[in-house]
């Protein structure tokens, strides 16, 4: 893999770390002064990392130029791995089934972030 695929990769993670941080912020000033409550949270914080994982997928595709399911899948293994080792070392606890599925569709979101990256492409 070339140096500048290699930043790319960087980039893309540190644009979903931004997106999930902010969505996360937010999320959290509805629930404190809105009218959400703290049951509406797991649904959008879900949808806040799938996001994330389009939008990643999506940047490395583009950067690419060929091959965008695969640089998406990559990216999408990365952050599945990044988040298993957050939970093992925050919470001491291995994903269930449950996690498996939501890091499946995590993959298939990235890998498809990745493709319309490399569709979209100028």
Known sequence: MERSLLTTYARALGVMAAIVVAGTITLTALIA??????RHALP????????????GGWIVGAAAGRRGWMHGLVLGLLYALGLGII???AYDALPGSKGLLFAGLGLFFATAGGMLGVARRP
Do not use: K, Q
Not at 33 to 38: A, K
Not at 44 to 55: D, K, N, T
């Open 44 to 55: 959008v914080v879900y949808g806040l990392h799938l996001v994330a994982l389009v939008v």
């Open 33 to 38: 002064f809105g009218p959400f409550s703290e």
């Open 87 to 89: 939970g093992f070392l």
